[in-house]
């Protein structure tokens, strides 16, 4: 228990922490929606080691806990917003699309669009109106939209097969 605390006290002091095989692990599982207790169980480790391991993954970022809204039960349609530019800087313009009503998110991408922002709405008259807000934002020169029917979870596997990779390299 002892060597526990050390490493505690050595994650939350130092900043370049490496993640480890046992964190590695842990993150695994939490991505299935383990509690901590469960992954204690599944790992054999002491739950306060779990629970002092998550706690400091979540605080170092490694992590992140998001609570989703269910748009559909609330009567909200859910979208993405690709916007592509002619030039300009491209988080300037992601932060300008954040502060349009209805954006639940804007990430800069690198590929097809230059931008997809994530939009909520009620109806048709809002869409409309988010669009052409959108159109007419400096240096814009296609706008491409689309609304989500339903959302497919993606199968844990696929995660779970990365992150063993890493965990079998360590």
Known sequence: MESDTIL??????????SV????YKILNLMTQ???NKTIAEKLKVPLSTIQRRTRILIKKEYAKQIRRLNYKKLGLNKGLI?????SGNMRKMAEELLSNDGIV???VHVGNS????EFVYEDSEQLVDLISRV??????EKVVWSEEVYLLAGRQE???AVINRIIDRQ
């Open 8 to 17: 505690s006290n050595h994650l939350l002091t130092n900043s370049s922490h």
């Open 20 to 23: 480890d095989k046992l964190d």
């Open 33 to 35: 929606d383990d509690d």
């Open 82 to 86: 690709h916007i592509y530019l002619g």
């Open 105 to 107: 998110s804007a990430g």
């Open 114 to 117: 230059d931008i997809v922002g």
């Open 135 to 140: 159109k007419h934002m400096d240096e814009v």
């Open 158 to 160: 696929s995660i779970l």
